[in-house]
């Protein structure tokens, strides 16, 4: 079972993604946790690039052909072989960020990254999406926090430096895509405490695995 998780910066998805691998566990089912950009060798080299802020002059189509290149990378030899060894795949960031961040944040055209989806990964899509929502103010808010206090190198706070209307598109994509995709999509409230997130969670997840 592939899963991604999804929201904008400082949504809670690397807690959550720690909790969520303690709950497979415990139900004594393998899994791994990555992420995009960065889930192996080649794509860490590939996500210097994309989140340090002196990569500012990036133009829209390098940088979505750069998360393009993490993905394909990190689908052939991570994810895909993960899945065929029966083992469930937790990933932090997946296509639907393509979708948002580049397309309707950025301005390229989502038809167009749809199609370079299926083209290079013949349209793989995860089995559920777990999207964190959360108001773009808290969320840059504690995302700064984070770097602030040093619990994250500043060398990735690319996106992080963006401005509130970015952020705002970000996360009005995330919600149409939900919109569109009800099957896949779970929509969680990211502004409550974290124990509650969790147990909500949680609580999504034993419905679609019972
Ligand atoms: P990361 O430090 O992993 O941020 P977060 O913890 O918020 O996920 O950085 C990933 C950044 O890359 C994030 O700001 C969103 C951006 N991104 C895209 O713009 N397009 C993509 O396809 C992906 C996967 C991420």
Request: charged share 30%; glycine share 6%.
């Amino acid at each position: 079972m592939f899963i991604t998780l999804e929201g904008i910066e400082g949504c809670g998805k690397t807690t959550q993604i720690k909790d969520l691998a303690a709950f497979f566990e415990d139900r004594g089912q393998p899994c791994v946790v990555t992420r995009e950009p960065g889930g192996t060798d080649i794509c860490r080299q590939i996500r210097s690039i994309l989140l340090n802020p002196s990569s500012k002059g990036i133009v829209p189509t390098a940088e979505l052909l750069l998360y393009m290149a993490d993905r394909a990378q990190h689908i052939d030899r991570l994810v895909k072989p993960c899945l065929a060894d029966n083992k469930v795949v937790l990933c932090d960031r997946y296509f639907d960020a393509t979708v948002v961040y580049q397309g309707y944040a950025r301005g390229i055209d989502t038809g167009f990254i749809c199609e370079l989806h299926r083209l290079v990964l013949a349209d793989f899509k995860p089995d559920i999406t777990l999207l964190l929502d959360l108001e773009p103010r808290v969320g840059l808010a504690r995302a700064w926090q984070e770097l602030n206090s040093g619990n994250r190198s500043d060398n990735e706070s690319r996106f992080e430096a963006e401005t509130i209307s970015f952020h705002e598109k970000v996360r009005a994509g995330y919600l149409e895509l939900a919109r569109l995709e009800p099957e896949r999509f779970r929509i969680i409230d990211a502004s409550r405490d974290k124990m509650q997130v969790q147990a909500d969670i949680r609580k999504v997840l034993t419905e679609v695995l019972d």
